[in-house]
C-alpha cells in the first residue's frame, strides 16, 4: 500500500473531534483496518468513508460499539442481495422468476 494511501489516524481524529480510543475499538472488533508506519498509525483511504459512517452512528446517534458492528453486518447483506438482485436482472433469470 502506498504512502498516499494512508491517512494519518491522529488527524482524522482531531478533524472529527473524537478520541483515538474509538479507532483502536473499532479495528479491535474487525470494523476496519489500520496501518502502522514508523510508530504512526494511518487509515487505509479505502476505509475513510466507511470509518465516518461509524462516527455518525457513534457520536451523532449514540450507538455503541456492538450496534456498530450489527449495523454493519446488516448492511452488508443487503448490498450483497441488491447486487444478486442486479446480476439476477441483467441474466433475465428473475424476469423467469417472475413471470410466474
Known sequence: MEQED?????DFCIYHNIEYSFITTLEDSGLIR?????????????DIQKL???VRLHYDLDINIEGIETINYLLEKIEGMQKEILQLKNSGTINDFIEE
Open 6 to 10: 494512508l491517512i494519518p489516524a491522529e
Open 34 to 46: 489500520v496501518t502502522s508506519v514508523e510508530k504512526s498509525t494511518f487509515i487505509p483511504s479505502d
Open 52 to 54: 465516518e459512517k461509524f
